[in-house]
């Protein structure tokens, strides 16, 4: 996972611990980090919407 800007840290964790809670409950990367987005969708999107995966999302 990369960050197309620099986001403030509380925003990021939030979003970290939600995507590596998905992971831990079977979902793929992918997945994973779209459930983290979606659940921080009332957030101005500049908080979530820089997260991207490189590589396999499998």
Known sequence: ???????????TKDLM???YNNL????SKGEALRQAKISQINK?????????LIGDAQ
């Open 44 to 52: 101005h999107p500049f908080f979530w919407s820089p997260f991207i």
């Open 1 to 11: 996972m990369a960050s197309l800007w620099s986001v403030e840290d509380t925003s």
């Open 17 to 19: 611990v939600k995507f």
């Open 24 to 27: 831990k409950q079977g979902m």
